[in-house]
C-alpha cells in the first residue's frame, strides 16, 4: 500500500482559513497550501471555503469547514516543545491572544478551541530523572502553575 504519510483533518465552523493562516503564522517552515471551495448545491454556501491545506513546523493539515456539529475539545492536543522560558512566553501569548485560554499545567486553549501543551523540553528531561524525589518535586510545581516557569521548575526540582 503506498501512502503519503498522515494529515491532521481540523474541523471548524467557518473559521478554517483564519485558522491556517493563524497556525502558519506561529510556527516555522509553514505555509498555505491548496484552498477549496463548496459547489453549487452543498450544505454550504457555493463559494464558501470547504478546506484549506498547509504546513505547521513540517507537519501536514487540512483545516476543513465542515459546520457547527463537532468542536475540539481536550482529548486531543498539540505538545509544543519549547527549548527556553522566551519560547514558552512567545507560544503561550500567540495561542492566548484574541479569545484564549489558559489552562493548568501548561495547558492552553486557542482562539479556535484547539487544545495545547506549551512544554519545556526540560522538564520532559526532569520528569525522567532516575532520582523519583527530584520528579516528584518538578510535578508538584508543575501542577501549581498555568503557563510553566522554567526556573520556578529548576528551583522545584533542586530542593530549593
Excluded at 491532521?8 to 517552515?29: H, I, K, M
Excluded at 477549496?36 to 501536514?60: I, R, S
Excluded at 532516575?130 to 528551583?155: C, G, T, V
Amino acid at each position: 500500500m503506498d501512502t503519503d504519510g498522515f494529515t491532521t483533518c481540523l474541523w471548524f465552523d467557518g473559521r478554517a482559513e483564519e485558522a491556517a493562516r493563524f497556525y502558519v503564522s506561529l510556527f516555522e517552515n509553514s505555509g498555505l497550501g491548496a484552498v477549496t471551495y463548496y459547489p453549487e448545491g452543498a450544505h454550504q454556501p457555493a463559494g464558501n471555503v470547504l478546506t484549506v491545506d498547509f504546513t505547521a513546523n513540517g507537519q501536514k493539515f487540512v483545516a476543513l469547514n465542515g459546520g457547527p456539529m463537532f468542536t475540539f475539545n481536550e482529548a486531543v492536543s498539540f505538545q509544543i516543545t519549547c527549548h527556553d522560558q522566551k519560547e514558552v512566553d512567545h507560544y503561550w501569548a500567540a495561542l492566548t491572544e484574541d479569545g484564549g485560554e489558559e489552562g493548568p499545567c501548561g495547558w492552553v486553549k486557542d482562539r479556535f478551541g484547539l487544545s495545547w501543551q506549551v512544554v519545556p523540553a526540560r522538564l520532559e528531561e526532569m520528569f525522567r530523572d532516575p532520582d523519583a524525589a527530584k520528579a516528584a518535586r518538578a510535578n508538584r510545581a508543575m501542577m501549581s502553575m498555568r503557563k510553566l516557569d522554567i526556573a520556578a521548575l529548576e528551583k522545584a526540582y533542586a530542593g530549593e
